[in-house]
């Protein structure tokens, strides 16, 4: 697998211009691998958009290595970079304490009365969302670790990390403007079943991971 960046050039508005949903995005990541596009055999790419000291980053994790050509069509030339993400996963520990950040589409289902498929939601609040991820830490293969449990007393769920930004972008779909939920998570957990956690990084988080959303990086702490 490969982990590849590249700095949006959101001071070039002729460039990016068109970047005004989600589903721009998505193609704009699509094109990156030419050679699914032509075998018309498409594969599930993880991405996400990252602010970081007043910078703007697309974030893509593959299974095949990205056409940099492509991956900085609305990036500043010479920022587009790849790299291996296979033996970085081979390094991790069970036990092993890590700083995360995800960002993700916190939802959940309602049953309606009048069908058997059910309604999907996003969680709105800021309490609803840190459950929504405090409860899916053990399947996801992490514990979460308790760092603020001053400032959140009263909401357990939220001393394990911080929500770091909540937004609603657009995605548009079948002549249809829909708002997601998407909101960013950062915070320290510790790897509680490797196979499992490792399986979290490679295939994401939640819903909508076509769109900017799911995808789950990791920094070693110590």
Not at 100 to 118: E, G, M, W
Not at 179 to 191: A, Q
Not at 197 to 221: D, H, S, Y
């Amino acid at each position: 697998m490969y982990l590849s960046r590249v700095q949006i050039d959101v001071n070039n508005r002729q460039k990016t211009k068109s970047l005004t949903h989600l589903g721009v995005f998505h193609n704009w990541i699509e094109h990156c691998f030419p050679d699914e596009i032509r075998a018309h055999n498409r594969y599930r790419h993880l991405w996400r958009i990252d602010q970081l000291a007043g910078k703007k980053y697309l974030l893509l994790l593959s299974e095949e290595r990205p056409d940099l050509t492509e991956l900085v069509k609305y990036g500043i030339p010479q920022t587009a970079m790849s790299r291996d993400y296979d033996s970085f996963l081979m390094q991790i520990q069970e036990g092993q304490i890590m700083q995360f950040r995800l960002t993700a589409n916190p939802t959940h289902a309602i049953k309606r009365p009048d069908s058997k498929q059910p309604r999907i939601v996003p969680h709105i609040t800021i309490q609803q969302q840190g459950k929504w991820l405090a409860d899916r830490a053990d399947k996801l293969g992490f514990q979460l670790v308790e760092q603020n449990q001053d400032r959140f007393s009263n909401v357990p769920e939220l001393a394990a990390f911080d929500i770091v930004n909540r937004d609603w972008p657009i995605l548009r779909h079948g002549g249809r403007r829909i708002r997601l939920s998407r909101v960013t998570f950062e915070g320290l957990l510790r790897v509680k079943n490797l196979e499992e956690f490792k399986q979290t990084l490679e295939n994401g988080v939640g819903r909508e991971r076509a769109f900017g959303m799911g995808l789950m990086t990791v920094i070693p702490r110590g």
